[in-house]
């Protein structure tokens, strides 16, 4: 052997006596782990001793059972539930349901619903088409409803588990704990701290959080009803709380947050104020959740083995960047796309208030239910500062032809939320806000054309990313020339929407299209430049193709108009979108369909 190999080997051998591999449950070979933990395996009850871990429902058939919120018309949906008689009595068909998610701590990722009509009636009964047997199970009766906490049994990163009210059911995927002696939030902060993570690094070494691993963490008793930790954790949620409903994918969205700092003149004073308040909440999260490590570490007596400290990319707050985006970026990478994203959403928080879905004068959903008008709207709102649309068609069009376009109403619902005096300023904001990552900056173009360009050719692809492919804006186009596209709001749509869309836009746009045309050509033959001939000769050629894109579109949806197509909003987005054939844009990110 050479001399680097006759060295002595012992240093790198660790000696542990077997029966300590069987202190911690289950025997994992775990050779390294210090004395503080594999005492406390030894010497403290587990979580068994005050609660229950359960993995949740398989419908066999979540295409049919379960729908995003977003989709289903509002007055179908009961949130707070207290238990299955009052959910039966309420008569309502979609229940809250959660299903795991993303790594996300304290409160979140309350996406979906469930049919649970009628005591969950047809779940419960629904039998196999092929086979005669049923196809959904462990509906867990007797907890479903119940407060307790949700997280994702797999994940790429920590544990995490977030905090669930009264009225939900749950998935498989989403499975529960609930706490039958002690404090469930106290014991929420327990789970999400680093000293539980240090156990489960040892009985979920492939971070595979089965509800039988979490029934082994042990428990030290003070801290189940420490009333210190009980605090932070509270706080904690309502932090968390306050994050996931400041995004339009929560239930309890209310505002868009700029529109709430109109005080200030300006939307870049706004950004900064908003960027600073996120700053200083996730920096409150973060110590919050410091503190709780250290209370939890000393009361384990884990001092030399763990350090309270949180990096920031794990506050998992959807308005800290650090988590949001990941990443090695630096602290420009960072606010751009926040800024980016910050406009984003008040673009897409403007549509809805254009569709009457937001109101700038109360907070919440107004129009959300399958076939509501804009009198339904005024009978909340008689006088409203933001008048929505009155049939909910907003055209999309790379050129001003309607008065009442988006664009223009973009424009306008600026001008009052923020007043005349530095409208454009403000629209100059927005414009270059949009150019730092959403689309391309342009040379020479106006602040009102860089966001008509971002509303035609990206929004709806932002909306369709947004809202999980389950768009509630749907985009008509006439095509890749795009002659005519405009959004339709799919819960105020209703069996005259294509007839009017034709009478009210497509007709008119043909003539003028027709009008236009006749000027160009008219321009280029008294053209005197050839640059300008050819200049003209081009854009000719371009509206020529918009043209016959038009009229077959034209055609088209006069025949879809005649049917006179209804929708049922249970059925969900998937299947409703499919019903207007390729009058609609992105039919197969929508459907699923690849046309095989």
């Not at 799919?490 to 027709?514: Q, S």
Request: charged content about 25%; proline content about 4%; some cysteine.
């Amino acid at each position: 052997m050479g001399q680097e190999q006759s060295k002595d080997m012992s240093q790198y051998f660790y000696r542990a006596s077997a029966s300590d591999f069987m202190k911690i449950p289950g025997g994992p070979v775990a050779y390294w782990a210090p004395n503080g933990i594999l005492d406390a395996f030894e010497n403290l009850p587990n979580f068994a001793s005050y609660g229950e871990t359960l993995q949740g429902m398989t419908t066999c058939d979540n295409d049919f059972y379960l729908r995003f919120w977003f989709e289903i018309s509002a007055n179908h949906i009961k949130t707070d539930s207290a238990n299955r008689e009052e959910a039966k009595l309420s008569g309502k068909k979609w229940f809250p349901y959660t299903k795991g998610g993303e790594n996300r701590k304290w409160f979140g990722n309350n996406d979906y619903l469930v049919n649970w009509e009628n005591d969950g009636q047809l779940l419960r009964t629904r039998s196999h088409p092929e086979k005669d047997k049923v196809w959904a199970h462990n509906f867990n009766l007797d907890y479903i409803f119940r407060e307790g906490a949700s997280y994702s049994s797999l994940t790429s990163g920590d544990f995490s588990c977030r905090y669930t009210s009264i009225g939900f059911l749950f998935d498989q995927k989403g499975s529960m704990i609930f706490v039958n002696s002690g404090d469930l939030i106290s014991t929420i902060g327990l789970l999400n701290s680093r000293v539980a993570m240090k156990f489960l690094d040892y009985l979920c070494p492939t971070l595979d959080f089965n509800p039988g691993a979490l029934l082994k963490v042990p428990v030290q008793q003070s801290i189940i009803s420490d009333k210190s930790i009980r605090a932070n954790v509270e706080s904690l949620i309502a932090i968390a709380k306050r994050d996931w409903d400041s995004y339009e994918v929560s239930f309890e969205f209310q505002f868009d947050p700029l529109t709430q700092l109109a005080k200030y003149p300006t939307i870049a004073e706004c950004f900064l104020e908003t960027q600073g308040e996120w700053f200083h909440v996730t920096q409150q999260m973060r110590e919050l959740e410091k503190e709780n490590n250290s209370l939890l570490i000393d009361a384990y007596g884990l001092q030399d083995e763990l350090a309270p400290d949180v990096p920031l990319k794990e506050i998992t707050l959807t308005r800290n960047p650090y988590y949001r985006y990941g990443g090695n970026r630096s602290e420009n990478e960072l606010d751009t796309l926040l800024r980016c994203d910050t406009l984003r959403e008040l673009v897409s928080y403007t549509i809805g208030c254009m569709m009457g879905r937001y109101s700038l004068d109360k907070p919440g959903l107004i129009l959300a239910s399958q076939g509501e008008t804009q009198q339904d709207y005024l009978g909340q709102i008689p006088a409203p500062r933001f008048t929505p649309d009155h049939d909910a068609i907003l055209p999309l069009t790379d050129q001003e032809w309607f008065a009442d376009d988006s664009t223009n109403r973009f424009r306008e619902f600026v001008r009052v939320v923020w007043g005349d005096k530095n409208l454009q300023q403000n629209l100059d904001f927005v414009a270059e806000s949009l150019c730092l990552h959403a689309i391309k900056p342009k040379r020479g173009e106006s602040a009102l054309d860089t966001i008509r360009r971002y509303l035609s050719t990206q929004f709806f692809k932002d909306h369709l990313r947004t809202y999980k492919k389950r768009p509630i804006y749907w985009l008509f186009s006439s095509g890749r020339h795009k002659a005519f596209e405009c959004l339709v709001y799919l819960h105020r749509y209703n069996e005259g929407t294509l007839a009017r869309m034709r009478t009210e836009y497509v007709i008119p746009l043909t003539a003028k299209l027709n009008s236009y045309a006749e000027k160009l050509e008219q321009d280029r033959d008294a053209s005197t430049s050839a640059a300008e001939t050819k200049r003209l000769t081009t854009e000719l050629t371009t509206l020529h193709k918009q043209q016959a894109e038009l009229a077959e579109f034209d055609e088209k949806l006069r025949h879809y108009a005649d049917q006179r197509i209804s929708l049922d909003l249970d059925d969900g987005v998937k299947v409703n979108y499919g019903k207007f054939g390729d009058l609609l844009a992105e039919v197969k990110a929508v459907t699923g369909d690849k046309g095989e």
